[in-house]
């Protein structure tokens, strides 16, 4: 199976303090990887420094096995990852379609933008990702959407830009059943389309359910790794986590 | 039907605040019909306005790019005369005046580069910084210059003088080349990737950089284009007098950020709006002309100048708070 991304054993340090230590993790093509940890263990790190928004400090980062330098966020879009971050990362002033587009506006020479074919694509993008109020359409202020809309136009973002990898990072806080059950049907659509997702959760039902594999994250270490068929039970993977974490 | 108030209530988000500086404007015109009648149907103080104007115009609309950005800067005003220093001392020297503008424009863009650098690599305030900024300038310009003005009357004998500032059967080039930088300004700020994510800078840097846009840069080059457009008015302006005098520029400090507000852009980033901004620009050019044109004392142009910005704030407040 070919790797979308590997992390090889990457450290981050803010000052003086380690966020990640020789943290090594690689996605492979159609699979759906947990990341867990408590709070502080350095997802959140980890997740930035794997889409661009932080550099590493040390290690490599290789996209379908080729080493890249100078990570950036921008680099990560390019290599077809794309992430609906846990603040949304959206502009709530600014209308849906520009948010959907943001950072890769569809563009004639020169830079000038392709409003009118960008609105066609948002509209029928926030249908696809089931908006259904008649009030709401591609040019209203993301402002004016509920939590679970928010999250919706930044998954459309992701659907819309056919990522390879999509990193959703923390994506079912503060959502309702209902909205939480259409993430994990997108979770299910993308990797049936032989897509990755990197699913971090604090809930361990929720990342249980729709994970293949489980990376264990600690003080910035990972300090485990298993398959979904290794265990029967949310129960048994909440025991191991509990056994590994605070261990090594 | 409820589809219908979606398109309106999107419309007036986006236009709302230019839609009201232009009633903002439209209101004043009528104040000043009903009270002076004969001073408005006298036509040289609709000349005044647009031999005004324009300077205004060049050193208001990037304002709305930086201010939506959410920067500010105030070295423009002496970035303007650093510009016309450079423009007019070289025209003295001998050299070619289009060469001289084209250094004098580069100036400009070279000064917002270091200002915009300095503010964003080292997290200064915007306004502090470029407060700084703005009095070093002036003091480089006063030492350099010996305090004296320098005459350029050879600038109306090469052909960038009727092409820029020329009389065009009585129509003044100026107001023409205003209007295309105002046209180019809408779409560069509206239709621009440029104008787009400087909008998404100023609405939330932090998911900006998340998206993979360099926020450094666009603010860097919001700078730029301030400098640029301060240079511009300050050259025009030396090319209309004849004369670049070391104080210049100073006066318009206060008049061109208040057109920017009182045209609808609100201070806090994300939002800015041309077309209001050019009515702001209206607004400010005839309050500071129609209050002497009704024949009352210069005081009351503070007065009111100070009114109508308070008036326009206000007003604007009808648009609403800031969205999170």
Same mark, same amino acid.
């Given at each position: 199976?070919?790797?979308?991304?590997?992390?090889?054993?990457?450290?981050?340090?803010?000052?003086?303090?380690?966020?990640?230590?020789?943290?090594?993790?690689?996605?492979?093509?159609? /699979?759906?990887?947990?990341?867990?940890?408590?709070?502080?263990?350095?997802?959140?790190?980890?997740?930035?420094?794997?889409?661009?928004?932080?550099?590493?400090?040390?290690?490599?980062?290789?996209?379908?096995?080729?080493?890249?330098?100078?990570?950036?966020?921008?680099?990560?879009?390019?290599? $077809?990852?794309?992430?609906?971050?846990?603040?949304?990362? *959206?502009?709530?002033?600014? &209308?849906?379609?520009?948010?959907?587009?943001?950072?890769?506006?569809?563009?004639?020479?020169?830079?000038?933008?392709?409003?009118?074919?960008?609105?066609?694509? +948002?509209?029928?993008?926030?249908?696809?990702? $089931?908006?259904?109020?008649?009030?709401?359409?591609?040019?209203?202020?993301? $402002?004016?959407?509920?939590?679970? /809309?928010?999250?919706?136009?930044?998954?459309?973002?992701?659907?819309?830009?056919?990522?390879?990898?999509?990193?959703?990072?923390?994506?079912?806080?503060?959502?309702?059943?209902?909205?939480?059950?259409?993430?994990?049907?997108?979770?299910?659509?993308?990797?049936?389309?032989?897509?990755?997702?990197?699913?971090?959760?604090?809930?361990? !039902?929720?990342?249980?359910?729709?994970?293949?594999?489980?990376?264990?994250?600690?003080?910035?270490?990972?300090?485990?790794?298993?398959?979904?068929?290794?265990? &029967?039970?949310?129960?048994?993977?909440?025991?191991?986590?509990?056994?590994?974490?605070?261990?090594? | 039907?409820?589809?219908?108030?979606?398109?309106?209530?999107?419309?007036?988000?986006?236009?709302?605040?230019?839609?009201?500086?232009?009633?903002?404007?439209?209101?004043?015109?009528?104040?000043?019909?009903?009270?002076?009648?004969?001073?408005?149907?006298?036509?040289?103080?609709?000349? &005044?306005?647009?031999?005004?104007?324009?300077?205004?115009?060049?050193?208001?609309?990037?304002?709305?790019?930086?201010? +939506?950005?959410?920067?500010?800067?105030?070295?423009? +005003?002496?970035?303007?005369?650093?510009?016309? !220093?450079?423009?007019? *001392?070289?025209?003295?020297?001998?050299?070619?005046?289009?060469?001289?503008?084209?250094?004098?424009?580069?100036?400009?863009?070279?000064?917002?580069?270091?200002?915009?650098?300095?503010?964003?690599?080292?997290?200064?305030?915007?306004?502090?910084?470029?407060?700084?900024?703005?009095?070093?300038?002036?003091?480089?310009?006063?030492?350099?210059?010996?305090?004296?003005?320098?005459?350029?009357?050879?600038?109306?004998?090469?052909?960038?003088?009727?092409?820029?500032?020329?009389?065009?059967?009585? @129509?003044?080039?100026?107001?023409?080349?205003? +209007?295309?930088?105002?046209?180019?300004? !809408?779409?560069?700020?509206?239709?621009?990737?440029?104008?787009?994510?400087?909008?998404?800078?100023?609405?939330?840097?932090?998911?900006?950089?998340?998206?993979?846009?360099?926020?450094?840069?666009?603010?860097?080059?919001?700078?730029?284009?301030?400098?640029?457009?301060?240079?511009?008015?300050?050259?025009?302006?030396?090319?209309?007098? !004849?004369? @670049?005098?070391?104080?210049?520029? @100073?006066?318009?400090?206060? *008049?061109?950020?208040?057109?920017?507000?009182?045209?609808?852009?609100?201070?806090?980033?994300?939002?800015?709006?041309?077309?209001?901004?050019?009515?702001?620009? $209206?607004?400010?050019?005839?309050?500071?002309?129609?209050?002497?044109?009704?024949?009352?004392?210069?005081?009351?142009?503070?007065?009111?100048?100070?009114?109508?910005?308070?008036?326009?704030?206000?007003?604007?407040?009808?648009?609403?708070?800031?969205?999170?």
């Amino acid at each position: 199976m070919e790797n979308i991304i590997e992390l090889d054993n990457v450290t981050k340090r803010f000052g003086g303090i380690t966020a990640l230590n020789k943290a090594s993790l690689k996605v492979t093509r159609g /699979e759906v990887v947990g990341l867990i940890g408590d709070n502080g263990a350095g997802k959140s790190t980890l997740i930035k420094t794997l889409v661009g928004v932080y550099s590493p400090d040390e290690g490599d980062i290789l996209i379908r096995g080729k080493k890249v330098n100078a990570w950036n966020a921008l680099k990560a879009r390019e290599s $077809g990852i794309e992430t609906v971050f846990q603040d949304r990362a *959206l502009t709530p002033q600014q &209308s849906i379609v520009k948010n959907i587009f943001m950072g890769k506006e569809l563009r004639y020479p020169f830079g000038f933008i392709k409003e009118k074919e960008q609105i066609f694509e +948002a509209n029928r993008l926030i249908r696809e990702i $089931g908006f259904t109020s008649k009030l709401i359409n591609a040019e209203s202020p993301v $402002g004016n959407l509920s939590g679970g /809309e928010r999250q919706g136009v930044a998954i459309a973002r992701a659907i819309y830009n056919k990522a390879e990898l999509i990193v959703l990072d923390e994506p079912t806080n503060n959502l309702s059943l209902n909205e939480t059950q259409k993430v994990f049907d997108f979770v299910l659509n993308v990797k049936k389309s032989n897509r990755s997702v990197l699913f971090i959760g604090h809930n361990i !039902y929720h990342v249980y359910d729709i994970s293949d594999r489980f990376v264990i994250l600690d003080r910035g270490e990972v300090v485990h790794q298993l398959n979904k068929n290794d265990i &029967s039970t949310p129960e048994e993977l909440m025991k191991i986590m509990r056994n590994t974490i605070g261990a090594h | 039907m409820s589809n219908n108030n979606s398109y309106l209530s999107n419309y007036f988000h986006r236009n709302g605040r230019a839609l009201g500086s232009i009633g903002y404007f439209v209101l004043l015109m009528v104040i000043f019909l009903i009270g002076a009648p004969e001073a408005w149907i006298r036509p040289n103080l609709h000349q &005044s306005v647009f031999v005004m104007m324009p300077t205004l115009i060049f050193l208001t609309i990037p304002l709305v790019f930086l201010v +939506a950005s959410g920067e500010i800067d105030l070295s423009f +005003a002496s970035t303007y005369a650093v510009a016309a !220093y450079v423009f007019a *001392l070289l025209v003295k020297n001998g050299v070619d005046p289009a060469i001289c503008l084209a250094l004098g424009i580069f100036t400009g863009a070279a000064i917002g580069a270091l200002v915009g650098t300095l503010i964003v690599v080292f997290r200064l305030s915007s306004l502090v910084a470029s407060l700084g900024v703005l009095f070093l300038l002036r003091g480089v310009i006063l030492l350099l210059s010996n305090s004296r003005s320098i005459t350029i009357m050879e600038v109306e004998n090469h052909w960038i003088y009727p092409l820029l500032v020329g009389n065009f059967y009585g @129509f003044p080039m100026q107001i023409f080349w205003a +209007a295309i930088f105002v046209i180019f300004c !809408y779409y560069f700020f509206n239709k621009h990737v440029f104008g787009i994510h400087i909008q998404h800078v100023g609405d939330n840097s932090v998911s900006a950089e998340q998206m993979g846009i360099n926020v450094n840069a666009v603010k860097i080059k919001a700078f730029m284009f301030v400098g640029v457009g301060a240079a511009i008015g300050g050259i025009f302006t030396t090319m209309i007098t !004849y004369t @670049f005098f070391p104080t210049q520029g @100073f006066g318009y400090l206060l *008049l061109a950020l208040a057109a920017v507000f009182v045209g609808g852009t609100p201070y806090w980033g994300g939002l800015g709006t041309i077309i209001g901004a050019v009515f702001g620009v $209206g607004i400010i050019a005839y309050m500071e002309i129609g209050i002497i044109a009704i024949g009352w004392s210069g005081e009351w142009r503070q007065f009111f100048n100070g009114l109508i910005i308070l008036l326009a704030l206000l007003g604007h407040r009808l648009h609403g708070e800031r969205v999170r």
